[in-house]
């Protein structure tokens, strides 16, 4: 009897590993790389000089500074949200250095026919004062998703590099940053054109109590008109030109994450 109960253990307990083996509590991030690179294109959205270009800028920054950013496409999130897995990606990697945790990674997965597309930018303890989280939130949504909403991943991708090398740098400050990038009111186009309906028919009295029936003559304020045609400005790009000063990439340093960060989906 005795051999009999643990094999019935030892049966059990082999039903419940290949369970989990099949359906796993937690996604499996990605191995980390070896040799070591700051771009890891697993999704295979990038051209290989598109790879290049971005490696070679941040490998330049991780020399130059110990600040690392880690770009990693992936072709699922395995049902893990975009904010764990790339917390989970910079803490297990160690991106950044130990030191002072100045690790960042920009987590991209592509919308497909049934999934919607997914970026997060997660933030080393560092960095979560130089890139707080509502300006994270700012540049998924003014530099990366409008791109990627054009089909331009590696334009969007790449602005973001940009602006948080500039960020890390100290180039600019968030509070500039936000001051360039305000946060649009919802309000705002609702208010718009409750003043601009309140106007055309102030107008159109007007011009009913003086007899003239021309639509032509509408006294609407230049201003007003002047403001519905500029309402359509759109951001032109990130901050400044960076150019790549070569070298080898040496490896994560062992930064740790505390859950910085923010992202987005379309």
């Given at each position: 009897?005795?051999?009999?109960?643990n094999?019935k253990?030892?049966i059990?307990?082999?039903?419940?590993?290949?369970?989990?083996f099949n359906?796993?509590?937690?996604?499996a991030i990605?191995?980390?790389?070896f040799p070591?690179?700051l771009?890891?294109?697993?999704?295979?959205?990038?051209?290989?000089?598109?790879?290049?270009?971005?490696?070679?800028?941040?490998?330049?920054l991780s020399?130059?500074?110990?600040?690392?950013?880690?770009?990693?496409?992936?072709r699922s999130?395995?049902?893990?949200?975009?904010y764990q897995y790339a917390?989970?990606?910079g803490?297990e990697?160690?991106i950044?250095d130990?030191?002072?945790?100045?690790?960042?990674?920009?987590?991209y997965?592509?919308?497909?026919s049934?999934s919607?597309g997914?970026?997060f930018?997660?933030?080393?303890y560092?960095l979560?004062?130089v890139?707080?989280?509502?300006i994270?939130?700012?540049?998924?949504?003014?530099e990366?998703?409008?791109e990627?909403?054009?089909?331009?991943?590696?334009?969007?991708?790449d602005a973001?590099v940009?602006t948080?090398i500039?960020?890390?740098k100290?180039e600019?400050?968030?509070?500039?940053?936000?001051?360039?990038h305000p946060?649009?009111s919802k309000s705002?186009?609702?208010i718009?054109?409750i003043i601009i309906f309140?106007v055309?028919i102030?107008?159109f009295?007007r011009?009913?109590?003086?007899?003239?029936?021309?639509i032509?003559?509408?006294?609407v304020?230049?201003?007003v008109?002047?403001g519905?045609?500029?309402?359509?400005?759109?951001?032109s790009?990130?901050?400044?030109?960076f150019?790549?000063?070569g070298?080898?990439?040496?490896?994560?340093?062992?930064?740790?994450?505390?859950?910085?960060g923010?992202?987005?989906?379309?």
């Amino acid at each position: 009897m005795e051999i009999n109960s643990n094999m019935k253990k030892l049966i059990c307990i082999l039903f419940v590993g290949l369970y989990l083996f099949n359906n796993p509590i937690f996604a499996a991030i990605p191995t980390k790389p070896f040799p070591p690179r700051l771009v890891n294109d697993l999704a295979s959205v990038f051209t290989a000089e598109e790879a290049n270009a971005l490696e070679s800028k941040l490998v330049d920054l991780s020399n130059s500074t110990k600040t690392q950013i880690a770009v990693v496409t992936v072709r699922s999130l395995d049902g893990e949200s975009p904010y764990q897995y790339a917390t989970q990606i910079g803490q297990e990697w160690g991106i950044g250095d130990a030191k002072f945790d100045n690790g960042i990674v920009i987590l991209y997965k592509p919308k497909t026919s049934d999934s919607k597309g997914e970026v997060f930018i997660a933030t080393g303890y560092g960095l979560e004062g130089v890139v707080p989280d509502a300006i994270a939130k700012r540049i998924v949504e003014v530099e990366m998703i409008p791109e990627f909403k054009r089909g331009n991943t590696y334009k969007g991708i790449d602005a973001a590099v940009n602006t948080l090398i500039s960020l890390s740098k100290k180039e600019f400050t968030a509070s500039d940053y936000d001051k360039k990038h305000p946060k649009k009111s919802k309000s705002a186009p609702i208010i718009i054109f409750i003043i601009i309906f309140f106007v055309i028919i102030s107008s159109f009295r007007r011009t009913k109590s003086i007899g003239n029936s021309s639509i032509g003559r509408s006294n609407v304020p230049f201003w007003v008109l002047l403001g519905m045609m500029g309402s359509g400005n759109r951001h032109s790009g990130s901050f400044g030109n960076f150019s790549s000063g070569g070298g080898s990439f040496g490896g994560f340093g062992g930064g740790s994450f505390g859950g910085g960060g923010s992202g987005g989906s379309w």
